[in-house]
């Protein structure tokens, strides 16, 4: 049974990770940045299993999927086993399943999942004697003629006229919870958004509550970074604004394009991405108002890192015009028409030296992180087999 289970899951298209474990083997089926997983754990292993091992494993198999860049991951353990009591104890809190091929069945608790992955067909159908259900004291159960849900401590009986509705009850909650868990912040643009809070409260300290100070030591200037050495100017100018409208303007901007590249890219490559732009947009800056200007100016602001947003979103429409034609067609005609703009109806107050610096360091960085990304996933492939 064991080795039969595995060959169903690969028939299915679940890839398989080598655990270099005897005892268990691990599935899963990816989308996008999600992973549903199944651990499957033998009999040897479960006489010996305790509870803090298995936590243990799934803690493991939780960073595996994390480290390859899935944000979320879903887990269900499969016993493989007769020690139904045994699997009770070690598997409370989690999801799990229990596999008696002893005696033919499944067992799935009232409070466990009624499917995962279309796996429990595949079960009950190979199972031995006819591929049912049976309870916990081993009684085969019809699954059109008699529904049994099988509780910890006795079985609840439901009748052919209400098993269906009861079901599809339980079914629709169990998405709904199960929806509310794993995906609540999915659609959130949670980086961007703390992007923003960080540089309205700076704003608010600096300008409501008169706290010039702060313009003072973290504006960026050629001569306070080449002449003084302060090299933090070119990170601090990021978060500083003179006036409403001008933090109002970034603001907007920034949740416009950071909304689209923080969906297309890994969180901590969307902030690499956000932050050296904004430093290349300092450095260009700076070497452009010492070397060509001759001038000396102060600057703050995080329209260079913005434009590397901006930079970013351009490559990413080059690359993929799939999403072009599909979502951002719209987007990427009004995109390209305030950068245009932007140039253009630039006033002598406005760096474009840091506007320039921080598109081209965008347009540069977004296809090496995407690519890294990429990289990354196909060596996780290669890792696991078909």
Request: net charge neutral; aromatic share 12%.
């Given at each position: 049974?064991?080795?039969?289970?595995?060959?169903?899951?690969?028939?299915?298209?679940?890839?398989?990770?080598?655990?270099?474990?005897?005892?268990?083997?691990?599935?899963?089926?990816?989308?996008?940045?999600?992973?549903?997983?199944?651990?499957?754990?033998?009999?040897?292993?479960?006489e010996t299993l305790s509870r803090e091992q298995y936590e243990r494993y799934l803690g493991t198999i939780r960073?595996?999927?994390e480290q390859q860049g899935f944000e979320t991951v879903n887990q269900m353990t499969l016993f493989v086993t007769s020690r139904v009591e045994q699997c009770k104890t070690v598997g409370e809190g989690s999801a799990y399943w229990i596999v008696d091929g002893d005696y033919g069945r499944l067992i799935i608790y009232e409070d466990q999942p009624?499917?995962?992955?279309?796996?429990?067909?595949v079960i009950e159908n190979n199972l031995h004697f006819g591929g049912h259900s049976r309870n916990a004291d081993g009684a085969q159960s019809g699954w059109r003629q008699d529904t049994e849900i099988i509780g910890r401590d006795k079985v609840t009986r439901i009748d052919d006229s209400r098993a269906g509705a009861y079901l599809a009850e339980k079914r629709q909650r169990q998405r709904v919870l199960s929806s509310q868990r794993n995906r609540r912040f999915a659609n959130v643009c949670i980086v961007t958004i703390v992007l923003i809070v960080i540089n309205l409260i700076i704003f608010l300290m600096t300008d409501l509550f008169e706290w010039e100070t702060l313009l003072a030591k973290g504006w960026i200037s050629w001569k306070d970074v080449f002449e003084n050495g302060e090299y933090y100017r070119l990170f601090t100018c990021m978060f500083l604004h003179f006036g409403v409208d001008h933090v109002g303007g970034n603001m907007i901007a920034l949740y416009a394009f950071g909304d689209v590249i923080e969906r297309q890219l890994k969180k901590v490559n969307y902030i690499l991405l956000y932050i050296l732009s904004g430093l290349g947009a300092s450095v260009i800056s700076c070497l452009y108002y010492h070397y060509l200007a001759e001038t000396d100016s102060y600057s703050v602001g995080a329209s260079g890192a913005i434009y590397g947003l901006m930079g970013a979103m351009l490559i990413m429409l080059v690359l993929h015009?799939?999403?072009?034609?599909?979502?951002?067609?719209?987007?990427?005609?009004v995109f390209a028409v305030y950068i245009l703009y932007s140039f253009l109806s630039a006033s002598e107050n406005t760096n474009i030296a840091a506007h320039f610096g921080g598109l081209v360091c965008g347009a540069v960085l977004f296809p090496i992180l995407e690519w890294a990304e990429g990289r990354r996933r196909r060596a996780w492939k290669r890792k696991t087999t078909r």
């Open positions: 049974m064991w080795d039969k289970i595995g060959q169903y899951f690969t028939g299915r298209g679940l890839h398989e990770v080598n655990l270099n474990h005897a005892g268990m083997r691990l599935f899963y089926a990816a989308e996008g940045r999600a992973a549903d997983s199944v651990l499957l754990v033998n009999d040897e292993v479960v960073k595996i999927f009624e499917d995962y992955l279309g796996i429990r067909a015009p799939e999403q072009r034609r599909r979502e951002y067609g719209m987007r990427f005609a």
